[in-house]
């Protein structure tokens, strides 16, 4: 098919594997963190790992929107779409998050609540227009690409004086984020970074020449395409062969330096950073969230609703903590494919296709386990650890 | 003197009129409904008995003439099938046509030779008359074109907002032969595995009309009765071992299901998988995987691999298995595991369709 089949072409690929093959050194290993969620579900489903050199490992990130809503956030939403007369609008995916008292939010919808799955946060808007005598609340998620649409959502709401509509808003940071995994003192050691592909393209860039400076680590920005991807890590190599530690941009063909600056404009006008926000697995991450801005308050579901946010432990034995800081594998997990499973998960990276485990699950169960990641530079916290 | 007719009967208005809950109280409404709607569709389905057309009693049960000289060790095959599919009408079919050939692939799919029908109806108060004579006259035009005969039925009302236009239930009867024996635990390590067209057109032609998609080429629900393109394959003398038509949950789950039935593995060729272009791009789209999507007129038929020429040779000469390729082989794996070799080169694992990313298809 045109413009999909060129960057899966086969023939490339194997060009490209072999040119990775010749391009890795001997005795020595290179570590890459796929940032994105989007980056592991291509990975797997298109079958890259296969065709990347052994000295390549691919250690999956935290960039998977779904995955790192903590408990708390979850239990809000589900308190709020328990109220009578509200109507909560989510996309699919964050219904069968797990949550406190062994609900989510499908649960709580077979008990009663009224949850509508929504495609866009358009449709959360005609919900609201369409039942003017509820209360309709869009369950914002997100990093930076779909944080520009609910800003148009709530300007719209604004002009229109749509006065039942509200946004629980959970949209986060890309740069944030990195920067917890990179300052962790145990966290991975790491040769490089693939740079998010969507969220670049309303980003830039820019933002990332801090982790090729701070962190000497090389960044190439990758389209989520396969041979975006195998594209991406040979540059990655070739950048730790070399020496070099530099922001480089595999996807320029949706990618500028800039970014998309009104988009960035239209965030700036309707959000505003909070002082910090829980991650599941990340916990508290200082200026890493958004929260609408004082004169957007009163489509603030948090203000309007007077809900507070409260932490909640994940589950004892569940790895989504360090699967999303990179220092665990699905496999490592006591609860994976057991206990644990798309159909019944435990913890969030279950959850999404785009979540670490879900991919493993779907994608590469059939792969012999390998060895424990042995990626972390100082021990794993006791309680974490898998047992002998 | 007054023109009374005394057994005059006004008839229902089949332009304007709706269901409502008189027509499943059992009464005249009932009767009458059957008499105008049912009847003058599904007679056209009835069979010759003896050189006489053959018609229901209006009993509680029909009495079926036996298929004529069936020989000692064929055996009957029952099926059943219901239907949701929301909306009623979509790109290529209508919920009628699905519900007859959701049995008769069904029994198709079991080796046997479809003969008769029953129809349960629940509507939904309000259901314009016409759209209900739209589907039965669909469903006979599928019921003609399958060889099968709606033979007896039922219909029910439910109020305004407890259904969904109609629900549809259908039953089928057919005989297959004693040599013929297909089950989904048959598989056997080796076998070739062949599909007979490409995959994903009526679950994304049902989601596209829901959602108002429009697209350059319109994709159309590929809804068709398979009976006769097993015949051609059986006729073959292929050893064919399973078959199994890939309708909800897809070519992915149908192929897991056989694998976990039979315990063995599987190993698909991406590339070799029929695909429509037009399919694939609405795919990449709306982030949905084909081998997911429901498909209601392809089969998917495992056999021995020495006769996969002969069977595919076959299959294409039929209009409905033209494009048959053989995507796949049952290989030993003691974790039944289907596993595909990408098309960009790579292996990865096929599950079971998990959750359900496409409701109401069927």
Not at chain 2, 14 to 34: C, F, N, P
Not at chain 2, 46 to 65: A, E, K, M, S
Not at chain 2, 124 to 144: F, H, K, T, Y
Request: net charge negative; charged share 20%.
């Amino acid at each position: 098919m045109k413009y999909v089949s060129e960057f899966r072409d086969p023939t490339l690929a194997r060009h490209l594997a072999q040119k990775l093959a010749d391009a890795v050194q001997p005795g020595r290993t290179y570590r890459f963190m796929e940032f994105c969620g989007g980056h592991t579900h291509a990975l797997a489903r298109y079958g890259v790992l296969d065709l990347l050199p052994p000295q390549v490992q691919m250690i999956h990130g935290p960039g998977c929107p779904v995955c790192v809503l903590p408990i708390g956030r979850i239990d809000m939403a589900i308190e709020l779409a328990q109220r009578p007369g509200v109507i909560l609008a989510s996309y699919g995916d964050t219904l069968r998050v797990p949550a406190s008292r062994q609900l989510s939010l499908i649960r709580a919808r077979a008990q009663g609540a009224d949850v509508r799955i929504v495609y866009a946060v358009d449709d959360a808007l005609a919900l609201a227009r369409a039942h003017p005598d509820r209360e309709v609340v869009f369950l914002a998620i997100g990093f930076e690409t779909t944080t520009p649409p609910t800003a148009v959502a709530l300007q719209a709401a604004e002009r229109e004086g749509l006065h039942n509509f509200s946004v629980l808003c959970n949209h986060v940071l890309t740069p944030a984020a990195m920067h917890a995994i990179l300052d962790q003192p145990e966290h991975v050691p790491l040769d490089g970074l693939v740079g998010p592909a969507h969220v670049s393209t309303i980003i830039g860039t820019q933002p990332y020449e801090v982790f090729a400076s701070r962190y000497h680590l090389p960044v190439v920005i990758a389209g989520f395409e396969p041979l975006d991807m195998m594209q991406a890590i040979l540059m990655l190599v070739q950048q730790v062969n070399e020496g070099r530690a530099e922001v480089e941009n595999e996807f320029t063909r949706a990618v500028t330096p800039q970014g998309n600056t009104r988009a960035q404009a239209l965030v700036h006008e309707v959000f505003e950073l909070r002082d910090d926000f829980a991650w599941r697995g990340l916990d508290r991450i200082p200026h890493s969230a958004l929260r609408l801005r004082p004169a957007y308050a009163r489509f603030d579901a948090e203000q309007r609703f007077g809900l507070q946010d409260r932490s909640v432990p994940d589950h004892p034995q569940c790895l989504c903590g360090p699967i999303l800081r990179g220092q665990r594998q699905p496999v490592d997990c006591k609860l994976f494919g057991t206990v644990c499973t798309p159909d019944n998960p435990m913890g969030a990276c279950m959850v999404s296709s785009e979540g670490a485990c879900a991919a493993h699950y779907a994608y590469g169960r059939h792969r012999a386990p390998t060895a424990t990641t042995a990626a972390t530079t100082s021990a794993v916290p006791t309680e974490l650890s898998p047992s002998p | 003197m007054s023109p009374i007719k005394p057994g005059y009967v006004r008839p229902l208005d089949l332009k304007q009129g709706r269901i409502d809950l008189t027509h499943g109280a059992g009464g005249r409404a009932s009767h009458q409904l059957v008499q105008e709607v049912f009847h003058p569709a599904f007679a056209r389905t009835w069979p010759l008995h003896h050189g006489q057309p053959w018609r229901p009693g209006g009993d509680d049960g029909t009495v079926l003439p036996m298929p004529d000289h069936l020989p000692v060790g064929h055996r009957l095959v029952l099926a059943t099938d219901a239907h949701v599919v929301s909306p009623l009408f979509f790109p290529g079919g209508d919920i009628g046509q699905l519900a007859v050939h959701g049995t008769v692939n069904d029994l198709a799919m079991m080796g046997a030779t479809p003969l008769h029908l029953t129809v349960s109806f629940i509507l939904e108060e309000g259901l314009p008359l016409a759209d209900l004579v739209r589907i039965a006259q669909s469903m006979a035009d599928a019921a003609r074109e399958a060889g099968v005969a709606i033979v007896t039925g039922d219909t029910k009302v439910v109020e305004r907002g407890k259904g969904d236009g109609a629900y549809l239930s259908t039953a089928g009867l057919g005989w297959v032969a004693p040599d013929v024996r297909l089950s989904g635990t048959h598989a056997q390590v080796g076998d070739a595995i062949v599909l007979s067209g490409p995959i994903g057109e009526h679950g994304l032609a049902v989601l596209s009309q829901r959602e108002g998609l429009q697209f350059d080429s319109p994709i159309v629900s590929d809804t068709a009765p398979l009976n006769g393109l097993v015949q051609t394959m059986l006729s073959t003398g292929a050893r064919l071992h399973v078959l199994r038509d890939p309708t909800r949950g897809g070519v992915a789950t149908s192929l897991n299901e056989i694998a976990a039935a039979s315990g063995v593995g599987m190993v698909l060729d991406e590339a070799a998988i029929p695909l429509q272009p037009a399919v694939q791009g609405a795919c990449e789209l709306m982030g949905l995987d084909p081998l997911y999507l429901a498909n209601e007129g392809k089969l998917l038929a495992l056999c021995h691999p020495d006769d996969v020429e002969t069977l595919l040779a076959a299959m294409r000469a039929h209009p409905l298995g033209a494009q048959a390729r053989c995507i796949g082989t049952v290989t030993e794996d003691p974790h039944h595991f289907v596993q595909m070799r990408t098309a960009f080169g790579g292996c990865r694992m096929l599950d079971w369709l998990m959750g359900d990313p496409l409701p109401r298809i069927c």
